[in-house]
């Protein structure tokens, strides 16, 4: 029977000696998990430096993870050491990527979403959060997935991803999307004539990096050019 997951889990290894951080493997991890007793490898998926995801514990099992929400989560591991060393660019790119499928595959997508504080994707460490609203029972002492992890930031490059590529789906209009793109560079050209100052243009360029503005213009441009 499919379990009902209800979160995803990042981790870190928490492997390397002397500031150096090591890429590790899901067999190392798994050799380690048996050496305490446990079945198998606790984690579903282990991700290595160059973004490669070794399988873990196959996820219709139960995995070992975050003691006490084990039954209702799905867990990711990045090799390394996430107090010594950042995620390198592929872990994070792949971690992101497998995260948004599993969102997808478990149902999670609109949660993720309208829950912007819900922890459906967090940190090993935020389970300390959950404990505090009474939705986990055991606190941890852990740093997991690292101290060089924002989680915060993790989320928003989710979210990010999301919203662009929902928007794109469903109300897509070339003509508008011209209009829009062209409209731009129009103020732009615009207020470089009337020299409005960088603090304006400030807002015009928070609105160009929207989401659901920059999908629709990268649309936009990769269509005209195929057209060509
Ligand atoms: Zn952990």
């Not at 149902?107 to 967090?122: K, N, W």
């Not at 129009?186 to 999908?215: C, S, T």
Request: contains cysteine; neutral net charge; proline residues 4%.
């Amino acid at each position: 029977m499919a379990r009902r997951i209800e979160r995803i889990v990042w981790h870190t290894a928490a492997h390397g000696r002397n500031g150096q951080a090591f890429d590790t493997t899901a067999a190392q991890i798994d050799q380690w998990h048996r050496e305490r007793g446990w079945s198998e490898i606790g984690y579903n998926v282990v991700i290595r430096f160059d973004g490669t995801i070794e399988q873990g514990r196959d996820p219709r099992k139960i995995p070992a993870g975050v003691a006490g929400i084990n039954e209702t989560t799905y867990h990711i591991c990045f090799s390394g050491h996430g107090d010594i060393a950042p995620l390198t660019p592929q872990q994070l790119e792949s971690g992101i990527q497998h995260t948004i499928q599993m969102l997808h595959k478990y149902g999670l997508v609109e949660r993720f979403l309208v829950e912007p504080d819900g922890l459906i994707v967090m940190g090993h460490r935020e389970v300390n959060e959950l404990v505090r609203r009474g939705l986990a029972p055991t606190p941890t002492t852990k740093t997991c997935p690292g101290r060089l992890v924002d989680m915060e930031q993790v989320r928003l490059l989710i979210r990010q991803r999301l919203q662009s590529t929902a928007t794109v789906g469903t109300t897509y209009d070339a003509q508008a999307a011209s209009e829009l793109y062209h409209g731009l560079r129009q103020v732009y050209v615009a207020a470089a004539k009337l020299r409005l100052p960088d603090e304006v243009m400030h807002f015009l360029n928070q609105f160009r990096k929207q989401p659901e503005v920059d999908a629709l213009i990268a649309r936009w441009k990769r269509e005209a050019e195929q057209a060509q």
